[in-house]
């Protein structure tokens, strides 16, 4: 959903301790004001499950209950142990430990009785049935009392996962809607809204699915589970059916055509950023996909002994401080196995992807400067503090223990300058109309939108949307940048605008670039030898204006929609102009102060510059 | 400001009303109340004439008169109070460049007059329009002429998410438009296209940083699609002040025809779920909900406040009172009236901002003294007392799930549908012309026109069951795949291993002279595309590879076999893949799962039936359902087929209702002008500007509902559609939902 979802999920690697739920709670409350309260849920995954399967089942009181036990008698299953529903809660959970021999047989009578249940209209349902996932998931509380309620304080799990927001906005008390939902022994949480729900539906009811409550977590769910369970597909080969493979992307599994035939109807569409956990009894796995217009966010986070997914790098760093954190590549998955630890990361060449910038310690403020530890305040607070600093005349601030607020420096004017010290949420400097603002670390999503003037300064990576609507002013990011940079950037009159990435950018850079300049420099390929393509797919799409720069080749195909598809029908675009050359006086003219004030800013080698202004680039100007 | 040399003729005084030549919502009785109410400024009459109302579900509902009061009074508040509206109207937002300056002056001075509120639209700010205070400042995704003190200028700031006239898209204006001035404020070179792209702003955190940065109230704007009450829901959650809901049929200065006739649900459909589940959910109070979309009198005004809304907007109404004529010229830039003409610097005609001014001024006044004597008669004191008073509304000619779904009582229309058999009408029959070049100048492309659509079932009658079936257009919750932006994929991959550009295959019929027959062919092979042949077995010899046929020539694509009274026990046949065609009927229904057994695929044809005929719509939807229920749908093709299928919009739908490929050949061969008269060189080019424009369309309303692999995401995908009125018998064996539905 939009902005009103969370997800965050952690795997322990082989040699590692269990992973307590404190850890996890502790990166879940690091984006309450990203959470609403409407609904969370939490899920283990165990490679050492209970012998028996453990059937979890909730109702809105005993008669609902009866009803679902005696549907269970008649499943296949024997019954061997039952939990009593603990108190607290608005309503009844239950759970059995059965005794199967044919799972299959077993599982297909409870969607049989869920979907029963649903159509004689009782309010209840059985949430899962498997041995190595756990659910627990509740409506209207806040992950500390969803915690107590489940006493899941001192519990721990191989795999752990958190989702707080509800998936779709149906008002309930019982937790039919809220994410994760399990299926058999994956477990899925989603952030987004899938188009191809519809067909994803019609696709698993054909091979016998039923009492679909609806969600497109759940519809996940049952299409990883339907997947592999029962096509018998590889868990890569899965995520690669879901993630549709498509033309441009050299990833993609070379699908016969047959089989996308066949398949159709199997395939998300739409916005999605997932995070599933799932156990074949001799393996944990976390599965991370996002969709190819990487519509939501999604940062993966490494550290010695763990694999984090998390909606916002935030989380990731409320658990783990030094974890060096990345973004899939847009349309891709990562898939991390406990006992042989990321099998596939989802983006190439992540080597000299990585900018090894930072930490950067304590803060360092002059005299006059205004500290403001922002440990303990949510985004508005400190949008709030900062305003009345800059009223109150402070033109100099600093901003200590900065963690996923949002809106730093929204309309802060000239002759101020904000420093800000770890990492900052969505929206920096938006609207900014003539501030300096410098962070020590990554930034979020939609960097200076519609900045008139200023600097802002990135001494990390930036994420989606950068300098979207830059129409005055300096962007300057050290390291990497996510989709849509410099997108719809414009010039008038003296002002011009310029972007500076110091590494690679992803997709779209420069769609509907009206005017300024954007710079891609690839600095750490370059120090590491690495000589891949520095920018994404769709360079430069529908592109009325300005100049893009970017340091070596850029394919052919890789710029614009689409040049020319394979069936020789060209899509017309007011065709952008690519040349591949040294610069000339006229381009030095135009960048080489900018190029050289970055180098300056971020200490960077005399020599480096030299190197990087004799380089050939891909300069894409408007024919 | 241009600067202007010679001084440019002043219109102060409207111009005759061309005749309408198609059925139009804003006929000549609606065009000339407003102009009354414009001239005078003084109550005209409040309840509409029977003459001068459409199909569409509004002007089927009717409000109770009851017990007389006296001095209603027609003040509204938005936002929890802190906005004071004399007359519950908001002046749409519409854009500086889009209009052509004086009228965005003169809406915002005659909001400031009136004590009312105009939306500025996203093209940046004009001097003049700033100097009034009761505007609304909107940002959009190209951020057009947004910064700080823009933001401040105004009373609220609107997000705009989506309109109703193509939900799904962004804005567009026309690059004919974007002259000097406009190059200037939207600061995009002069002659390019201003795209304002598919929103990829998070809301809730864009809602939350306008409310910290400006302090003013937030709405959202959206339009209506098949999840607007949950939207609603979602977009209050997130401390939005109000939303702004557009439904079908609003205007819109420059939209693909193909987009504006068939994405979105009609306004007063969603206004009471909207205004229902918000109740629930306890977030109605200080909540505001601004309905708009055909809005064409004060009478629109009070029913779809009782229906919920708390106020309405007004754009078509406004540009009317102005002296727009209604002859859809916006997108071109020269609007005979100076309304919506492109902005030079010497003008030949400028609209007289004083009289512009006045007659706004009177349409507010005048439509405000309609509205009160409505709720005198109604017998409400105040406006609140008439929000969401359903109560005292009730249906004429609407179906029992209509009546339902608005709350109302009223006597359900009979159970059936009456299509009108004219299916070829002039309007589509130029919309075809259109897309080959045989008539305009952009052949090969989508096409594109301006204003309110005029679409069956609401103003057009309806000719198809597609016609009762909305598409969804994806916003907010989903975002929308924007097909200028992104990869949308409308290749279809077959079970024999053939790939196909798009699920659309021409059909090439017995009765064409061969020469056209091998153009069709030919034609088609060049965009990869199947086509149908009948008969011709020398065409088909020489070149078979992506060819349908009922020959046996070896190495076609697809083999055609006619069914044939007890196929279904099985028969003796080599030719593979075969493809068994089948009528439109009950019976053919019935035998689908048993011949797909030696099959593999079916071609159900809405010209063939073997008893009880029905619309092609509803013999697909329920093979699709049997043969899914069998579990045999999956590896087997599924090809519509109808002389009758008009376009990209019925192949769409029918594809949603579980067809693979959609075939057909009258819209072809009136498109490329083949009942005229025609060589075969232009045959050629036509037809290829045609399959141009139809991939085009085709892209369009994937992209719009948020699709980027069109067959994976849309076979089946009945989610993606709504009906809207449709006879629930109808409705229920398409297996879609309803319209306007929570």
């Given at each position: 959903m939009t902005g009103t979802c969370s997800i965050l999920g952690i795997l322990r690697l082989k040699g590692e301790a269990k992973i307590p739920f404190s850890t996890l709670l502790k990166g879940v409350e690091a984006v309450r004001p990203r959470g609403s309260k409407l609904g969370v849920g939490f899920a283990s995954v165990d490679l050492?499950?209970?012998?028996l399967l453990r059937v979890k089942a909730f109702a809105d009181g005993p008669e609902t209950l009866e009803r679902i036990k005696s549907g269970l008698a008649s499943?296949?299953?024997?019954?061997v142990r039952e939990e009593p529903s603990p108190a607290g809660r608005p309503f009844l959970l239950w759970t059995g430990y059965f005794r199967c021999g044919d799972y299959d047989g077993f599982f297909r009578s409870i969607l049989d009785l869920n979907s029963k249940l649903s159509e004689g209209g009782f309010r209840g349902r059985i949430l899962q049935s498997s041995r190595h996932v756990d659910l627990y998931k509740e409506v209207g509380a806040s992950p500390r009392e969803v915690a107590d309620h489940f006493g899941l304080d001192g519990r721990e799990a191989d795999l752990w996962l958190a989702q707080t927001g509800l998936p779709t906005s149906f008002p309930s008390s019982l937790p039919t809607w809220p994410c994760p939902f399990s299926s058999s022994e994956w477990v899925v949480a989603h952030d987004g809204e899938v188009s191809s729900f519809g067909a994803n539906v019609e696709y698993l009811k054909e091979k016998g699915w039923k009492g679909f409550v609806g969600a497109d977590s759940e519809v996940i769910a049952f299409l990883l589970d339907e997947l592999t369970r029962v096509e018998g597909l590889g868990v890569e080969d899965a995520a690669k059916l879901l993630n549709r493979p498509y033309g441009r992307k050299p990833w993609s599994k070379n699908w016969s055509t047959e089989e996308l035939f066949r398949f159709r109807g199997a395939s998300l569409d739409g916005s999605y950023s997932i995070v599933a956990g799932y156990s074949d009894g001799e393996d944990v796995y976390m599965l991370v996909l996002v969709d190819r217009a990487r519509f939501r966010p999604m940062v993966i986070g490494i550290d010695d002994g763990h694999v984090y997914a998390a909606s916002e790098e935030c989380e990731i760093r409320a658990i783990s401080p030094n974890a060096r954190v990345y973004t899939l590549e847009p349309g891709r998955y990562m898939l991390a196995s406990m006992n042989r630890g990321i099998v596939e990361y989802g983006r190439s060449g992540l080597s000299c992807w990585f900018t090894e910038l930072g930490p950067f310690g304590e803060p360092q403020a002059t005299g006059q400067a205004k500290v403001i530890d922002a440990s303990a305040m949510d985004s508005l607070t400190l949008y709030q503090e900062v305003s009345s600093a800059i009223r109150g005349g402070h033109k100099e601030l600093v901003l200590k223990h900065v963690n996923g607020q949002r809106y730093i420096g929204i309309g802060a004017p000239e002759g101020v300058r904000l420093s800000v010290y770890g990492t900052p949420g969505n929206c920096l400097g938006n609207l900014n109309s003539g501030a300096e603002i410098h962070v020590y670390g990554n930034a979020g999503d939609l960097v200076g939108d519609a900045m008139h003037a200023g600097r802002i300064v990135i001494h990390g990576d930036a994420r989606d949307v950068v300098g979207q609507a830059l129409q005055g002013g300096e962007i300057f990011v050290r390291g990497n940048v996510g989709n849509r940079g410099a997108i719809q950037m414009r010039e008038y009159g003296t002002k011009r605008p310029y972007l500076i990435v110091g590494n690679v950018a992803d997709d779209y850079f420069g769609e509907y670039m009206a005017g300024g300049i954007a710079i891609v420099l690839g600095l750490d390929c370059l120090l590491k030898g690495c000589d891949r393509q520095l920018v994404g797919d769709y360079l430069a799409t529908g592109m009325v204006g300005g100049r893009i720069y970017v340091r070596g080749k850029v394919r052919p195909q890789s710029v614009g929609l689409r040049p020319l598809d394979e069936f020789g029908v060209a899509h017309e675009w007011k065709s952008a102009k690519v040349e591949y050359r040294r610069l000339n006086d006229e381009d030095l003219k135009l960048i080489g102060d900018k190029v050289l004030s970055f180098f300056k800013e971020f200490k960077l080698d005399p020599e480096l510059y030299d190197r990087v202004m004799d380089s050939y680039f891909t300069v894409v100007t408007v024919k | 400001m241009p600067k202007i040399n010679i001084d440019p003729v002043l219109l102060n005084k409207y111009f005759n009303i061309p005749r309408q030549v198609n059925k139009e919502f804003w006929n000549e009785i609606k065009v000339n109340h407003i102009r009354n109410l414009s001239l005078t400024g003084k109550a005209v009459r409040p309840w509409s004439l029977p003459e001068e109302r459409s199909n569409r579900i509004l002007d089927r509902i009717f409000m109770k008169k009851g017990k007389r009061v006296e001095e209603s009074d027609t003040r509204c508040l938005l936002a929890n109070g802190r906005i004071e509206l004399s007359s519950p109207i908001y002046f749409a937002d519409m854009s500086f460049g889009s209009l052509s300056g004086i009228p965005n002056i003169a809406i915002a001075r005659a909001a400031d007059i009136t004590g009312i509120l105009a939306g500025t639209g996203e093209g940046g700010l004009h001097e003049e329009v700033r100097k009034s205070k009761r505007i609304a400042i909107q940002w959009a995704s190209a951020r057009f002429g947004v910064d700080l003190s823009v933001l401040d200028a105004g009373m609220a700031v609107v997000i705009k998410v989506g309109q109703g006239a193509k939900i799904g898209l962004g804005g567009h204006l026309p690059g004919v438009k974007v002259t000097e001035p406009i190059s200037k404020t939207r600061r995009i070179p002069i002659g390019t296209d201003a795209l304002s792209p598919a929103l990829h702003d998070e809301l809730e955190q864009r809602i939350e940083a306008m409310k910290a940065l400006t302090g003013k109230p937030v709405f959202v704007k959206i339009g209506a699609n098949n999840t607007t009450p949950l939207i609603a829901l979602e977009v209050a959650r997130m401390g939005a002040d109000g939303i702004f809901i557009d439904g079908y049929g609003a205007g819109t200065g420059a939209a693909p025809v193909v987009v504006r006739d068939n994405v979105g649900i009609p306004v007063e459909l969603v206004i009471p779920s909207v205004d229902m589940l918000l109740r629930e959910e306890g977030l109605r109070d200080g909540f505001s909900v601004v309905a708009s979309g055909m809005v064409s009198n004060a009478e629109d005004t009070a029913k779809l406040m009782a229906l919920g809304a708390d106020a309405v907007a007004l754009g078509t109404a406004l540009l009317i009172s102005l002296g727009c004529i209604v002859d859809r010229n916006c997108h071109t830039g020269s609007c005979v009236t100076a309304i919506a003409s492109k902005i030079e610097p010497n003008p030949k005609k400028l609209l007289d901002l004083e009289w512009a001014t006045e007659r706004l001024v009177n349409l507010v006044r005048g439509w405000t003294e309609e509205l009160k004597l409505i709720m005198e008669e109604v017998g409400v004191k105040r406006l609140d007392e008439l929000v969401g008073r359903r109560d005292l509304l009730y249906g004429v000619g609407l179906n029992e799930e209509t009546l339902s779904i608005l709350g109302i009582g009223g006597v359900p229309a009979e159970d059936k549908v009456e299509l009108d058999p004219d299916v070829w009408d002039r309007r589509r029959v130029r919309y075809l012309k259109e897309m080959s070049g045989l008539v305009g100048k952009r052949g090969g492309k989508e096409v594109i026109s301006s204003m309110g659509s005029p679409s069956p079932p609401f103003v057009e009658r309806p000719k198809r069951i597609s016609d009762w079936i909305r598409c969804d257009g994806a916003q907010a919750t989903r975002p929308n795949i924007d097909p200028y932006r992104e990869e949308i994929e409308t290749e279809f991959c077959l079970p024999n291993g053939l790939k196909v550009l798009m699920p659309i295959v021409p059909k090439v019929g017995r009765e064409l002279p061969s020469w056209l027959k091998g153009v069709f062919v030919r034609v088609a092979r060049s965009f990869g595309l199947l086509s149908v042949v009948e008969g011709d077995e020398e065409l088909v010899r020489?070149?078979?590879?992506m060819l349908v046929s009922e020959s046996r020539v070896p190495g076609l694509a697809f083999y055609v076999t006619e069914y044939k009274a007890g196929m279904e026990e099985g028969f003796e046949e080599e030719a593979k893949p075969l493809l068994i065609r089948l009528g439109s009927d009950e019976r053919s229904i019935g035998l689908a799962p048993r011949l797909l057994k030696h099959s593999d695929g079916l071609i159900i044809d809405e010209d063939v039936s073997y008893g009880n005929p029905l619309p092609l719509e509803i013999a697909v939807s329920e093979v699709d359902r049997s043969l899914r229920r069998e579990g045999i749908r999956s590896a087997k093709l599924l090809i519509a087929q109808s002389g009758t299928v008009r376009g990209v919009d019925d192949a769409y739908k029918l594809i949603g209702l579980g067809a693979d490929l959609v075939s057909f050949d009258k819209a072809f061969l009136i498109s490329i002008g083949y009942y005229d008269s025609l060589d075969e060189g232009k045959a050629e080019e036509r037809l290829k500007n045609t399959l141009l424009s139809m991939w085009e369309e085709m892209r369009l309303l994937a992209a719009a509902a948020g699709v980027t692999n069109l067959q994976s995401t849309l076979v089946g995908n009945r989610e993606l559609f709504r009906t809207v009125d449709l006879a629930p018998s109808m409705r229920k064996r398409l297996y879609l939902k309803p319209g306007g539905s929570p």
């Open positions: 050492e499950g209970p012998e499943s296949g299953g024997e019954l | 020489s070149d078979p590879s």
